[in-house]
């Protein structure tokens, strides 16, 4: 395994010069409420803010402005309840330093209802406007400025959350758009605040993150980019920012690692010296392995930078649609959104940031901020992220898409592309494979053998959905020759609650069919069951739905895979 150092600059110039205060989360539209409700839209929308420069910042003459209303930015004074940790009367933000500014109207939403409160971390900077609710109010397409001058007046503009291409000339110049909109409950993250263009993407982070600005790290801010280069290789740039760690004796290296052994291959190091920012080209070869940028500062310690490159190496099998459930909204689902499933079955983290769902004819993002998600682990994609989680409270991966492509609750068929278009998986299903098995409110849980996700032979109904987790079909269909067990013997279907159902428990190969008869002991055909289950019960009803008469039964397994039969037969005692 080769690795080539094509280029490594260190340079004085990057972008990060330009920032200080950023505005680092911007909350919208809340879950809590209407928007002019207590609580609601209006008194729990909030920004966050992030100093990223090497001074301190202090909140003077500052003001902000969706370009209708001007708020002035102020201090809280008085702690509020389940906030006590927090930072209260402080006109100034220092180097690293976090603030959240809320509306007037937050106190009394959390009076209202104690549980919509935010978890805002423990040390920020509490900020108020000067009106009870931010901006009059702030739409899903709102943008901000945040500006030092007048209420009238700009002097300087510290920062702004908008579109590409937006300016602002005024304070009131005309509404500043901020057009990616977020679904309930989520917020808009800045991204490429060193290298390109700032853009605010929904962010994948559940729940909300106030007073967190993950990225930085220990004191150290650091992002990256790839593009692809000459000859297969890619071109990565590595920028980052000392805000409050010192870099002078400051260490480096960038290296890759195999998870399935933790085989660790070095691909650059080297010492800073004094500089407060730097950027790192390399042009390599990404492969199927996880990449990490690591500092470690004079005075000990380390902090890692996760590196991806999984879009450059994902390819067909990359990830699996495991489990599909196209049947919310229907009468049978009781409140369960539509939703998919995905697994990586690679053997490194997948960075889903860009990733795309749908078919030929409607195409969706899966999500347009990272989500890493890693090497075995399972991801929920759902329609309604509340209300999977109300009804499965144990999920660890689960994005919402910005914009949800509805399933088909009876035919369908979904691929899953990476950023650069490579299609990974297909899978499709038809009410037509499940006859005679009742598909109401199951989910379709996929076999793994091999199969293509087209394939009949690659789904199953399952009773109990296991959404980000791994399903129970492949318990049971994990086998190379099947097998067939029943009981109990005798059983008696005189509802009298004692052996009152027949079990017929089946292990079923992949890519394998299966018909299950009941014969009587004369040899009349009492029941038929077709298609690929666990467990099948018999209540000692005939197809026609008449009493199976009592004495010796026989269950008759018949396996089909490809042009191959195999027979299993299983006597049973059947008593009134």
């Keep these: 395994m080769i690795y080539r150092i094509f280029l490594i600059v260190v340079a004085f110039s990057v972008s990060a010069s330009a920032l200080g205060i950023v ?41 902000l402005t969706n370009g209708k209303t001007v708020d002035t930015i ?56 000067n009106r009870r609710n931010i901006g009059g109010g702030l739409a899903n397409d709102d943008g901000v400025a945040l500006y030092r001058g007048t209420r009238s007046q700009i002097d300087s503009l510290i920062d702004l959350a908008a579109d590409p291409g937006v300016f602002v000339s005024a304070p009131l110049s005309g509404k500043i758009v901020l057009s990616q909109r977020q679904s309930k409950g989520v917020s808009v993250v800045p991204v490429s605040l060193l290298l390109g263009d700032r853009q605010y993407v929904v962010s994948a982070k559940e729940p909300l993150t106030p007073g967190r600005f993950e990225p930085l790290q220990n004191g150290i801010y650091v992002e990256h980019s790839a593009a692809m280069a000459a000859a297969g290789a890619v071109r990565c740039s590595i920028a980052g920012i000392f805000v409050t760690e010192e870099s002078d004796g400051a260490s480096w290296r960038f290296y890759s690692r195999l998870s399935t052994n933790n085989e660790i291959t070095e691909i650059g190091s080297g010492i800073f010296d004094r500089q407060r920012e730097f950027l790192l080209t390399f042009d390599i070869t990404p492969e199927e392995r996880q990449y990490y940028f690591e500092i470690m500062p004079k005075n000990g310690g380390a902090t890692t930078f996760p590196i991806d490159f999984s879009t450059f190496w994902a390819a067909a099998g990359t990830l699996l649609i495991t489990e599909i459930y196209p049947k919310g909204g229907t009468a049978a689902a009781a409140g369960q959104p539509e939703w998919f ?29 990272d989500l890493f998600l890693p090497p075995g682990a399972f991801l929920v994609v759902t329609r309604d992220d509340a209300a999977m989680r109300r009804i499965y409270r144990s999920i660890d991966y689960m994005v919402r898409p910005a914009r949800w492509r509805t399933l088909n609750s009876f035919n369908d068929t979904i691929a899953v592309w990476s950023p650069h278009g490579v299609e990974v998986d297909r899978a499709a299903y038809r009410s037509a494979w499940f006859t005679g098995l009742g598909w109401t409110s199951q989910s379709l849980e996929r076999v793994l053998g091999g199969m293509s996700g087209t394939d009949s032979a690659s789904w199953i109904l399952c009773a109990r959905p296991t959404p980000g987790h791994p399903g129970n079909a492949n318990l049971w269909r994990a086998v190379s020759t099947p097998s067939l ?24 190969p992949p890519n394998t069919r299966v018909k299950v008869r009941i014969f009587g002991f004369d040899g009349k055909l009492l029941k038929t069951f077709i298609g690929e289950r666990e467990v099948i019960h018999w209540d000692g009803q005939t197809d026609a739905g008449r009493p199976a008469p009592p004495g010796a039964i026989y269950v008759i397994a018949e396996f089909t895979e490809g042009g191959g039969k195999r027979i299993i037969r299983r006597n049973g005692v059947l008593w009134r």
């Design 23 to 63: 505005i680092t989360e911007l909350h919208r539209d809340p879950a809590a409420g209407n928007k002019t409700a207590i609580p609601g839209g209006y008194s729990h929308s909030f920004i966050e803010l992030t100093n990223l420069g090497s001074d301190t910042f202090f909140l003077n003459n500052v003001f």
């Design 74 to 129: 102020m201090p809280v004074n008085t702690p509020i309840p389940g906030h006590e940790d927090c930072i209260y009367g402080a006109a100034s933000i220092p180097p690293g330093g976090t603030a959240v500014i809320l509306s007037q109207s937050y106190p009394d939403g959390l009076a209202a209802a104690p549980a919509t409160i935010h978890p805002i971390a423990p040390g920020t900077v509490m900020l108020y406007v």
């Design 341 to 369: 499933e995905l697994k990586n079955v690679s053997a490194a983290e997948v960075n889903l940031n860009g990733w795309m769902y749908g078919s030929s004819r409607d195409t969706a993002v899966i999500t347009a901020s």
């Design 485 to 508: 067990e029943i009981g109990p013997i005798p059983f008696s279907p005189n509802g009298d609650g004692i052996d009152d159902v027949l079990s017929i428990r089946m292990k079923i």
